[in-house]
């Protein structure tokens, strides 16, 4: 397997401060004449955006990562070192217990690097909460010490979600890297061969769509017959669902949109496929987002662009319900990303 | 427009910069502006009661019925090629791509009108045969 490409940081782009991000998404002259995403917000009654319920525990626990996608907004990669220790681990669980999260959903880089990854899976399934694990699928074949992640999962019931932005492998290996789609059905395949996937077993894995380029999402139900009539018929490898996921300006995918001159035109697609009843429904108002280094943000989103949650709980070993419920969600001009069109989540379409 | 947007990929923004108006074509300017495609909704401003119906018409032909939403777009695609309009290939190499077309599969759709569009000349061959014969000893 070969990178697609190498981390922001590594490279010293001006794009791997977070300072430089927000100051091209509010104000690059190309982007000057499109609104504020709490303007448009107002113009719907829709604003303050607030947080209704903490249903989901987001936690990434590090950026580092055995692939390295042109896409990624974590900028994350082999060489990306930051990984969450497992005292802030402890402080999640707290979380967990103090609040009743009903799902925790484990993010990265590659979660699976993370020496305390099987640790933190078992302490979150003994609590009974659905665990929803984000695996690039590559990670199972990467090393032996890996092969048995499929048991692993299907032993605490863990729901799998991976990305798989295309079924063939040219447009897989194009943003996520030489060999990865190869990788990734050798991986689908030991999934289903433990039951991923299979009708009746519980056992589900989710695949993730998103584009290849400065394009929205299609129609999420079309795209998933598709991806399961060939994914079957040439590779005969089943799934559950398909999400299909916008592609957020931050990170490399921003740095993608500058460098191939489709920055306005993205932000302006995304701003006039502006959909008030995605707003309903953005992942941010059920969930609390935890850094690698336990700092609490709404969504992975803002984690990236270091927008912290605007409460007096900033860090996941301050962590109380009361300080969180309710609070107002911190926007910017990425959040169209997810009410562009069918709107967008970790859950794909949300309208 | 924006609800016309999310219907109609045609009318996705194309350019975040308005062309300024002008009253006729400049040197600058040509017949075909990529900013002019966004402007598409404009034309209710002349006749609002025919542009709504088209609108409707519009987003109705192209939701998903007995043709995929995919199909559809294919097909677009192909007749853009054939009645050369750059505004319809922009707007509809986008939607091909969004709707999970693949280059390849784009680009069969566009051999498909070529072959209609030759077909079309050859096939009248026929017509100029049957003339030679009625002309000729």
């Keep these: 397997m070969s990178l697609a490409t190498t981390s922001l940081l590594r490279r010293g782009a001006a794009l791997s401060d977070t300072a430089e991000q927000l100051r091209v998404l509010r104000d690059h002259e190309g982007v000057s004449h499109l609104p504020q995403f709490a303007t448009v917000l107002r113009q719907h009654g829709h604003a303050p955006l607030r947080a209704r319920s903490l249903t989901t525990l987001q936690v990434n626990v590090g950026k580092m990562c055995n692939q390295a996608c042109k896409h990624c907004h974590v900028d994350a990669g082999p060489d990306r070192q930051e990984i969450m220790t497992r005292p802030t681990m402890q402080n999640c669980l707290d979380a967990v217990d103090a609040a009743g999260f009903s799902v925790v959903d484990l993010t990265g880089g590659a979660p699976e690097m993370n020496p305390e990854f099987r640790w933190f899976v078992e302490e979150l399934s003994r609590r009974g909460v659905q665990v929803i694990v984000r695996c690039n699928l590559t990670i199972i074949v990467a090393n032996p010490k890996y092969h048995d992640l499929p048991q692993f999962f299907a032993a605490h019931g863990v729901h799998v979600v991976s990305s798989l932005p295309f079924y063939d492998a040219s447009h897989t290996d194009r943003q996520r890297g030489g060999g990865v789609f190869d990788d990734s059905i050798r991986a689908l395949r030991m999934l289903n061969e433990v039951g991923y996937g299979r009708e009746g077993t519980g056992l589900i894995i989710d695949l993730v769509y998103n584009p290849l380029g400065a394009l929205l999402p299609g129609p999420q139900a079309s795209l998933e017959k598709e991806f399961k009539r060939n994914l079957m018929q040439h590779h005969g490898v089943e799934f559950n669902a398909l999400h299909c996921i916008t592609n957020m300006p931050i990170s490399r995918f921003l740095e993608f949109l500058m460098n191939s001159g489709n920055y306005e035109r993205y932000m302006a697609t995304l701003v006039g496929a502006f959909n008030p009843s995605a707003v309903e429904n953005v992942m941010c108002r059920d969930m609390i987002s935890v850094g690698w280094d336990g700092k609490l943000f709404d969504c992975d989103f803002n984690q990236m662009l270091d927008l912290p949650v605007a409460s007096s709980a900033r860090h996941i070993a301050d962590f109380t319900a009361e300080a969180l419920m309710g609070r107002a969600i911190v926007i910017d001009r990425h959040c169209f990303g997810c009410t562009a069109g069918a709107g967008s989540s970790c859950g794909g379409q949300i309208a | ?137």
């Design chain 2, 1 to 137: 427009m924006r609800f016309i947007s999310r219907l109609l990929p045609i009318f996705a923004p194309h350019t975040p910069h308005p062309t300024p108006h002008t009253s006729h074509l400049t040197p600058a300017m040509s017949y075909y502006e990529p900013t002019d495609l966004p402007k598409f909704g404009s034309i209710s401003e002349y006749q609002p009661e025919l542009a709504a119906k088209f609108f409707d018409w519009y987003g109705a032909v192209f939701a998903e019925g007995a043709l995929t939403q995919r199909e559809k777009s294919l097909i677009a695609l192909a007749v853009a090629h054939a009645v050369q309009c750059p505004y319809c290939i922009d707007a509809y190499t986008t939607d091909s791509l969004q709707k999970g077309a693949t280059e390849q599969m784009m680009m069969e759709a566009v051999h498909v009108a070529a072959a209609i569009r030759g077909g079309a000349s050859m096939v009248h061959g026929v017509q100029m045969m049957n003339k030679v014969r009625e002309v000729s000893m």
